[in-house]
């Protein structure tokens, strides 16, 4: 007895599965679309930072003179209550870290000048 054949239509089997390579194959499509218009928008917000940074007027760094830091005198420690010294020693600190900050200092200025003071 020979194998039936089926004619006409296709059966459930053959449709779900025309059906999953359809839509396999317009998820790939979208999939690919979708990337390349990211990619090109990617590539015009590039172009657009990089035209914008060409047109910007740059202007060479102004060397900055190295200023003398005259050691100013420490007053003498009061007593228990007094926080006189302690405030005036916070303020010469602070002076020196925004020096350093600026770069008016290099790093080895300045821990000499905050080792002077912490003496």
Do not use: C, W
């Not at 054949?5 to 089997?13: D, E």
């Amino acid at each position: 007895m020979a194998p039936l054949r089926r004619f006409g239509r296709p059966g459930l089997l053959g449709t779900a599965a025309r059906t999953a390579v359809i839509a396999g194959t317009a998820q790939a499509t979208a999939g690919a679309v979708g990337r390349r218009q990211a990619n090109r928008a990617q590539q015009r917000y590039e172009a657009q930072q990089y035209e914008q940074q060409s047109q910007a007027p740059v202007a060479p760094p102004q060397p900055v003179a190295p200023q003398a830091v005259a050691p100013q005198p420490m007053a003498q420690p009061r007593g228990a209550g007094g926080g006189g010294a302690n405030d005036e020693l916070l303020a010469q600190l602070t002076q020196l870290g925004d020096l350093h900050g600026q770069g008016v200092l290099t790093d080895e200025e300045f821990a000499a000048a905050k080792a002077k003071l912490l003496r």
